[in-house]
């Protein structure tokens, strides 16, 4: 089974930032992760076109695709929708960091697998910080006479 290939298709300069982040962190992403910044005055066809040939440079057109955009609606996520057509991919709009890095972290996964985990990876990496404790735990008390220090 082939790795899937992840594309960041994002107002510009979006999708090059979330790609140089991720490469900060893996720096083994380069080849997997690809990048397409929508310019403002661009028409959806050519970014189109430029998605396509981005996604043809790689020579690997039957491996699956996890296409990742920014806004559900804006002209990113429709190029990315209308690359999809046709193909073995799937699109998720709401791209953030712990979405793209969950995304590649699990690449060797099937595609509906991948799909899963980023979307989880994206909502559960959306936490209030600071003030009070993550959703997912309770508030530490004071007079805590265990003194733990290992929760998460």
């Keep these: 089974m082939k790795p899937v290939r992840i594309l960041l298709i994002a107002h510009a300069p979006l999708a090059h930032a979330l790609r140089d982040a991720a490469l900060h962190v893996f720096n083994d992403c380069g080849s997997g992760v690809l990048a397409l910044d929508v310019q403002a005055q661009a028409e959806p066809e050519d970014s189109l076109q430029s998605a396509r040939q981005l996604l043809g440079e790689d020579g690997d057109d039957d491996a699956p695709l996890l296409v990742l955009t920014d806004i559900f609606g804006a002209t990113p996520s ?75």
């Design 78 to 152: 429709n190029v990315a929708l209308r690359l999809a057509e046709g193909r073995n991919a799937r699109v998720l709009a709401g791209v953030n960091m712990p979405m793209l890095l969950r995304a590649w972290c699990y690449r060797a996964e099937p595609l509906e697998s991948v799909v899963a985990r980023a979307q989880a990876g994206g909502t559960q990496g959306i936490l209030l910080a600071g003030g009070s404790a993550p959703q997912n735990q309770s508030p530490r008390l004071h007079h805590d006479s265990e003194h733990r220090h290992d929760q998460q």
